[in-house]
């Protein structure tokens, strides 16, 4: 899973087409909700897009 704790992010990254699986309370501040995605290499590289920065892969796909 791809744990996302920006709600913005996470309204960017549903735009995008990406699937929200569920929510739940931040376990740390119960007033935030963190945002659960599948994990694919594609949610990787667009929320890198989305953050201004350069995806890099730093492991092995296999």
Same mark, same amino acid.
């Given at each position: 899973m791809q744990l996302v704790?920006?709600?913005q992010l996470m309204?960017?990254?549903?735009?995008?087409?990406?699937? @929200?699986?569920?929510?739940?309370r931040n +376990?740390?501040?119960?007033?935030y909700q963190v945002y659960f995605f599948p994990w694919s290499q594609q949610i990787e590289r667009d929320i890198?897009? @989305?953050?201004?920065?350069?995806?890099? +892969?730093?492991?092995?796909?296999?």
């Open positions: 704790y920006k709600k309204v960017d990254l549903v735009k995008l087409g990406h699937d @929200l699986e569920y929510t739940a +376990r740390n501040n119960m007033k890198a897009k @989305l953050n201004g920065q350069e995806y890099v +892969r730093d492991y092995d796909e296999g």
